[in-house]
């Protein structure tokens, strides 16, 4: 997937930069990244503006944390499937991310 396709200007207007949400509780969550063929998804709540998003990845253990544009982009799921960006995915509290992913995990 191209970058533009990725992370169109729109949303990379609209995502605070990095530490901008910090003192905020339950920030917003802008945008999902995920592969159609594995289990893990990208959540971007920040970006530097170059390559890198600060957000909660679910992945094996999932946390927040800081995840790269250029590895999105780069990176293949189990089947060479690349990353997709959730198109019908709206601003979500980041605690009803987090709820849903430990729900998944701990049942």
Excluded at 71 to 87: F, H, I, K, Q, S
Aim: net charge negative.
């Amino acid at each position: 997937m191209e970058i533009h396709n990725l992370l169109p200007q729109e949303l990379r207007a609209r995502l605070p930069q990095i530490g901008a949400t910090a003192e905020q509780e339950n920030p917003l969550v802008l945008a999902k990244f995920f592969f159609p063929d594995f289990h893990w998804t990208w959540y971007a709540i920040e970006f530097d503006g170059i390559d890198t998003f600060y957000g909660y990845v679910d992945g094996d253990f999932p946390e927040l944390g800081s995840f790269s544009l250029r590895e999105l982009l780069e990176t293949r799921g189990a089947y060479g499937c690349t990353v997709e960006r959730d198109l019908y995915f709206q601003d979500t509290p980041l605690q009803v991310i987090q709820q849903k992913a430990e729900a998944r995990i701990f049942g």
